[in-house]
């Protein structure tokens, strides 16, 4: 039975970042461009609206991810010193990504493109430290 808490888990832990990260790399690459593209007013109603819809989904994604870190922290002791260095800054960055997305949802936030942008970069290299992390693991 642990092996499927264990899979359910990483499942969770994938797929909450996976529904965090990839929705705010949606709205920064197809959603900012094509907002820009409509009227003013139309524009800052669609953007509101569509962050308005996406803060459930953050809030959401931010308890799974949480919840599914402590697990995986809990079930895996007695790692290396590297990995614990870049666990930490995989954590901050998370940090980030977690603090920027609630700010992100907030309406009528001029700088939701601009902000997007740092949560992509450290999105993506969040992902890339989580590859390089089940490699030392």
């Known amino acids: 039975m642990p092996d499927v808490l264990t899979i359910i888990m990483r499942w969770l832990h994938i797929s909450s970042m996976a529904t965090l990260v990839g929705g705010i790399l949606y709205a920064r690459l197809v959603m900012a461009p094509a907002i820009a593209a409509l009227s003013p007013e139309s524009g800052k109603a669609l953007n509101n609206r569509a962050a308005a819809a996406y803060r459930p989904l953050v809030i959401a994604a931010m308890i799974g991810s949480i919840m599914s870190g402590i697990y ?66």
């Open 72 to 137: 995986r922290i809990l079930i895996t002791p007695g790692h290396t010193v590297r990995y614990h260095v870049l666990l930490g800054i995989k954590l901050l960055l998370v940090l980030h990504v977690f603090a920027v997305a609630l700010v992100i949802c907030k309406p009528d936030n001029p700088r939701r493109t601009r902000m997007m942008t740092g949560v992509v970069i450290s999105g993506l290299c969040i992902i890339a430290i989580s590859a390089w992390l089940s490699r030392i693991f």
